[in-house]
Nanobody, 115 residues
Framework: EMQLLESGGGKVQPGGSLTLSCAASGFDFKSTRMTWVRQPNGKGLEWVSSINPGGHPTLYADSVQGRFIISRDDAENTVSLQMFNLKIDDTAVYYC????????RGQGTRVIVSS
């Protein structure tokens, strides 16, 4: 059974940083493109970033380009999202997923950017 477990969320001030992690199991992680999506309160899912098998290429939404870094560790079956210079609009529940639309995602971790 596929499992995705996100962690690392929290509350941070604008301009701050957080690193999210996702532990994966139950599927062929090394061969799977991994994606982060997010859902702001009251809104739909939004694609954030993806990383292909082997670590390349990496893709980012325009809204996070230059501020977020996605990476993966195939030995540990984990995918991470480093988030820098966080903005209030980054406030959302963040999910890792095995598809671009987030239909196969974990339980999520909440990020709150607030002063």
């Amino acid at each position: 059974e596929m499992q995705l477990l996100e962690s690392g969320g929290g509350k941070v001030q604008p301009g701050g940083s957080l690193t999210l992690s996702c532990a994966a199991s139950g599927f062929d992680f090394k061969s799977t493109r991994m994606t982060w999506v997010r859902q702001p309160n009251g809104k739909g899912l939004e694609w954030v970033s993806s990383i292909n098998p082997g670590g390349h290429p990496t893709l980012y939404a325009d809204s996070v380009q230059g501020r977020f870094i996605i990476s993966r560790d195939d030995a540990e079956n984990t995918v991470s999202l480093q988030m820098f210079n966080l903005k209030i609009d980054d406030t959302a529940v963040y999910y890792c997923a095995t598809d671009l639309y987030g239909s196969r995602r974990g339980q999520g971790t909440r990020v709150i950017v607030s002063s």
